[in-house]
Nanobody
Framework: QVQVTESGGGSVQAGGSLRLSCAAS????????MGWFRQVPGKEREFVAA????????YYADSVKGRFTISRDNTKNMVYLQMNNLKPEDTADYYC?????????????????WGQGTQVTVSS
């Protein structure tokens, strides 16, 4: 069992930045991948970014490449999503997921535990 808690959401203007944080506990943090997904009401949850157990391997959705950066600190059991140059289309609820294995990518089924989400609103 893994408990996942996101924080750091908020409202910003287009072009601004936010840093989301995700705390995980309950299993050896360095044994599994972590990912960020987002969801808009009425739409499916979509992949944003993922990193391997060590953080050395990362994946990004094309829509956020060059603007978002995922990182993790295994000494603190934390994963982060730095979001720069935010656009109105980035507005969504952002969810942190704990992977089933050391590596995971954009496949939703590769994530076993989820947090409650944190809301990000980007105004034009």
């Amino acid at each position: 069992q893994v408990q996942v808690t996101e924080s750091g959401g908020g409202s910003v203007q287009a072009g601004g930045s936010l840093r989301l944080s995700c705390a995980a506990s309950g299993r050896t943090f360095s044994s599994y991948a972590m990912g960020w997904f987002r969801q808009v009401p009425g739409k499916e949850r979509e992949f944003v970014a993922a990193c391997s157990w060590s953080g050395d391997t990362t994946y990004y959705a094309d829509s956020v490449k060059g603007r978002f950066t995922i990182s993790r600190d295994n000494t603190k059991n934390m994963v982060y999503l730095q979001m720069n140059n935010l656009k109105p289309e980035d507005t969504a609820d952002y969810y942190c997921g704990a992977g089933r294995r050391p590596f995971a990518d954009e496949n939703l089924n590769e994530y076993e535990y989820w947090g409650q989400g944190t809301q990000v609103t980007v105004s034009s």
